[in-house]
Structure formats: structure tokens, C-alpha cells
């Protein structure tokens, strides 16, 4: 395979005038490394420098052929035009890499075009590896250094473990701290690290309530922090409290004249970092256009204002559903989960991660040992029971990690001597039982179990139908109230508005009657 060098010609470093060292020289006399051909670069304004310089390298090196390449450059300081030239000397060079292996010389030419040369390199525009030189350092180097340099990083070996390393506490940042077994979970925190590095588009973390996704979201800010795509704060706010006549004012601020005091608003107050929105499905659907067109444009307009406002923010979205399933029912504008639905990543419910089951015990039991500012820890046929009650398959955790917590702390709470016992574990299996029992149950065949001695025995569709008119029943002072709010539409065809007499003869139909209603509800 035969040698080629591409580099510039040194204005000032090939007229010898340090120490009498000149890189394109020196460079076609190293000992083993042989320079076959030397593309050297020059423009009009040096011709005759690059003469000198290709006479002097034939004298030192008869073997090596030097061509002469002329490219003139108006501002070699200026980076468009410097790139833009070499880009297409490299486009019609014509490299034959099954023949010759080829090399960029570093060393001259001005800083614009050593970075030109490492992004063509790189970007493998240019099909070589790159050279750097410098002068004589002791006898032992007459014709100076001479360092190649491979730009395939993974042939460094401990650079490579230092960015494995990086990535491993970053991921562990991601999952705060749990030595995570999950598949899916490992997998998000890779994805999310990537997506960090290379991108500010919106992220959207989808899952359960109770499956960490603001906490998740906190701990992107710290890693946009750390790799300085951030220099701001982050600014969260649950959306289902941004309601009514105020919700725009508090999204987008207010101008002083339209309020008693103005205000600068949630877009405002995240410029430079990061807007979490949880539960974003929740906002109305006029925030949700004015959100499109702040993150898209990076400008909007505060409420009264007639001057526009610019806040550039990283967005992280929260919401139970995807974008596109929130369109489906209605909870999303289109063009909200378009945006949104870019980086859209599911969060995993616990009951689907019961391998890191035990791991999350333990941290939620260090973070009680904090709070409590006390030693706690389970006995071992405790956490045995504990754990198998947690990783059962029937025991589905309905809030997540929200449940765990909650029920961990309770425990560590309660071990006055800081061990946690097999009595207190049954007790609070009981307890976890019961809580998902009265939560989980249906608030229709519980009103329907009041009146009617066997619910079971009517079809589906009228326990619905008769749930929402004994909850109208209830909440109505008189038959007469209670049917006028029932048949509010259907009453205006009717040519008689008895409406206490359609609820009679309605409630008859399942042995029900006015005074039996009110009294057993």
C-alpha cells in the first residue's frame, strides 16, 4: 500500500524559521514512515515557496513524488470558505483505498483549516487517518515527531472505558441509583442519555401514575445540566391546575394594566431551562396551541400585551396516554402531539419489573433510614415475605412505585427498634389488601347493592343507566327536581312535562319507588 499525505504548505514554518524545522520537509524524511506521494497545498500568492519546498523534499527523499495543488482562498480565516474548497477538492480527488493509504498532515496550515481537515476526516468525506508533527525535541529526533492519529475511537482502549464509565452514571443518575435488572429499563435509560446528547426536541414520558415520570424528569434536568445543553432551572407545574380564566395568564404571564401586578409566566420563568408539564393531556385546548407555538417559535405573547416575549426552554411532557392515542380521545390538539410525539417514551409499570423488585425495597428503606434519621432494616423471614408478596403476579401494585413507597415508609416508620418483623409485614399486606379492595371496587354495584337485593340479576347496560339515576335521586331535593334534571331534553317533545311521573313509572320497572330511594341512600 503506498503512502499519501495531503496538507497545506507552511507559510511561515516551511521557510524554516523555527529552529530551522519545516513540517512538509521533515515529514518525507522520518524513518519508517515513507511518504510516497505528498499532495501539497498552496495558493497563487506562494508558488514559488512551494517550488523551494518540493526541491528540498526530492533532495531529502527521491522516492517521494510531491504534486502541487493550488487552491486560493480569499480568507483562509474564514471557516465557510475554507470547508466549502476542501469539500470539493475531496469530491473529485477520486481516493482508491484498495491502493493507497491516505493521511492529512495536521501540523500546517491555519486553525480554520486543521478543523476543516478533522470534520472531512471524521465525517469519513476524506478516507484517512491524521498526521501530526513538531519539531526536534533531542538528537535522538532530528527530523522532529511524528504522531498518527486514528480517529476510531474504540482502538482506544482506556478512552473507551472512560466513556463507558461516563455512561454508566449517567444511566444510574436516569434511575436513581436502582441496579435495575429490567430490560425495558435499562434500554430507556440508554435511549435517554443519547437523546440528551444529540437533541433539544421535546421528551414525552408516557406510563401509570405512580411510575416515576416526574421524578424521571427531574433527573433529566440535572443530566442536561451536567452536559450543558441547560443553564436554567426547572419549571413544573401540573396541568390539571391550570384552569379557568387565569390558566393563560399563568402559562404566558399577564401584562401590568390587565392585573393588579404583572406577572411573568411559566414560559418565562423556564427560559434557559427546562418547562416539565405533567399531565399535559389536562391542558385546555387553547394552552395546549399557545404551548405549539412558544416551543416551535420560541416567542408568544403575554396576556394584554401587544409586544412579544422570546423564551427559549427545553419541554418535558408527562401524560398517562400517548400523544396519539390522547387525539384519539379527544384530550390532545393534533399538532400538540405531533410536537410531543417525537421523543415519546413509555415508562414500564412496576407489576411489569418485578425483577427489580428487591432493589427498590432497599433504596425505598435508605431513604427511610434518611428521613427517619434512624438504622432500619427488615428481619429476614420479613423481607422474604415482603418480597414475595410484592413479586406475587396477582399482586399488580395499581399505584406503582407510589404504592411501594408509601408502604415501605410505613413500615420503617413503625419498627420503633429499627427492625422491620414478620407481624408488621402481614399487617401491612392486610392493609395494602384492603386499600386496593375499596379502590379497585365498582361505585355502581355498590349504589345499585343499597336498593336492589341482587344487582347481578339486570343486564349491564340498566345497572349503568340506573346507577346515574339513583345518583340524580340523591342529589335532587324532590321527584319533580330529580325528573326535571333527567329529562331536560327529551321533555321539550313531550306534549305532557310530567317528569316525576316518567321517574315513577322508570323506577317501578325494578321494584323502586321515590320514598325507598331516598331512604336507603
Known amino acids: 500500500m503506498r503512502n499519501v499525505v495531503i496538507g497545506f504548505l507552511g507559510t511561515q514554518l516551511d521557510r524554516g524559521k523555527r529552529r530551522g524545522w519545516r513540517p512538509s520537509v521533515q515529514l518525507c524524511a522520518h524513518d519508517g514512515f515513507g511518504v510516497d506521494r505528498l499532495e501539497l497545498i498552496h495558493d497563487g500568492r506562494h508558488y514559488h515557496l512551494a517550488c523551494q519546498v518540493a526541491a528540498d523534499i526530492a533532495r531529502l527523499s527521491s522516492e517521494t513524488e510531491v504534486r502541487l495543488v493550488q487552491i486560493d482562498l480569499a480568507d483562509p480565516w474564514d471557516f465557510q470558505e475554507v470547508y466549502g474548497k476542501l469539500y470539493d477538492f475531496a469530491k473529485d480527488y477520486g481516493f482508491d483505498e484498495d491502493r493507497e493509504r491516505y493521511h492529512i498532515h495536521l501540523t500546517t496550515g491555519t486553525h480554520v483549516a486543521q478543523i476543516c481537515w478533522f470534520l472531512l476526516t471524521e465525517s469519513r468525506h476524506i478516507p484517512a487517518r491524521l498526521i501530526q508533527t513538531g519539531p526536534p525535541r533531542d538528537d535522538k529526533t532530528a527530523n522532529g515527531t511524528l504522531d498518527i492519529i486514528d480517529l476510531d475511537l474504540a482502538r482506544y482502549n482506556a478512552l473507551q472505558r472512560r466513556f463507558e464509565a461516563a455512561a454508566r452514571e449517567h444511566s444510574a443518575l436516569l434511575l436513581g441509583g436502582v441496579e435495575t435488572k429490567s430490560p425495558e429499563m435499562l434500554a430507556l435509560a440508554a435511549e435517554l442519555d443519547l437523546i440528551i446528547s444529540h437533541s433539544d426536541a421535546p421528551i414525552t414520558l408516557v406510563g401509570e401514575a405512580g411510575t416515576g415520570k416526574s421524578v424521571l424528569a427531574a433527573r433529566l434536568h440535572e443530566l442536561k445540566l451536567i452536559r450543558r445543553r441547560v443553564k436554567g432551572r426547572l419549571v413544573s407545574v401540573n396541568c390539571a391546575t391550570l384552569r379557568g380564566d387565569a390558566a393563560l395568564a399563568a402559562l404566558l404571564g399577564q401584562r401590568r394594566g390587565m392585573a393588579r401586578q404583572e406577572r411573568a409566566g411559566l414560559l418565562r420563568e423556564a427560559d434557559g431551562g427546562v418547562l416539565l408539564l405533567d399531565r399535559v393531556d389536562e391542558l385546555a385546548p387553547d394552552l395546549q396551541a399557545a404551548l405549539v407555538q412558544a416551543v416551535e417559535t420560541g416567542r408568544y405573547f403575554p396576556v394584554g400585551s401587544d409586544a412579544e416575549v422570546t423564551s ?25 402531539a405531533a410536537l410531543l410525539s417525537q421523543w415519546a417514551l413509555y415508562l414500564p409499570p412496576l407489576r411489569a419489573r418485578k425483577c427489580d423488585m428487591q432493589a427498590h425495597v ?20 420479613a ?18 412505585l407510589r404504592d411501594l413507597r408509601a408502604s415501605v415508609h410505613r413500615m420503617a416508620t413503625l419498627a420503633e427498634r429499627g427492625r422491620i418483623t414478620l407481624p408488621m409485614v402481614q399487617a401491612e399486606i392486610a392493609r395494602l389488601r384492603t386499600q386496593w379492595a375499596v379502590s379497585q371496587s365498582d361505585p355502581d354495584a355498590a349504589l345499585l347493592a343499597k336498593v336492589l337485593p341482587d344487582p347481578d340479576a339486570f343486564d349491564e347496560f340498566d345497572r349503568a343507566q340506573l346507577a346515574a339515576v339513583l345518583r340524580a335521586c340523591r342529589e335532587s331535593a324532590s321527584i319533580s327536581a330529580a325528573g326535571r334534571r333527567l329529562f331536560a331534553a327529551s321533555r321539550q317533545s313531550k306534549t305532557s312535562q310530567n317528569d316525576a311521573d316518567r321517574l315513577r313509572k322508570y323506577l317501578a320497572r325494578f321494584g323502586l319507588d321515590w320514598a325507598k330511594v331516598q331512604m336507603d341512600l
Open 362 to 381: 432497599l433504596d425505598l428503606i435508605g431513604q427511610s433510614e434518611h428521613n427517619l434519621d434512624r438504622k432500619t432494616g427488615f428481619n429476614t423471614d
Open 383 to 400: 423481607q422474604d415475605a415482603y418480597l414475595r408478596f410484592a413479586t406475587n403476579p396477582a399482586t399488580l401494585w395499581p399505584g406503582n
Open 312 to 336: 427559549r426552554f427545553h419541554l418535558i411532557a408527562t401524560t398517562a396516554d400517548d400523544p396519539a392515542a390522547a387525539v384519539a380521545g379527544g384530550a390532545m390538539r393534533p399538532e400538540l
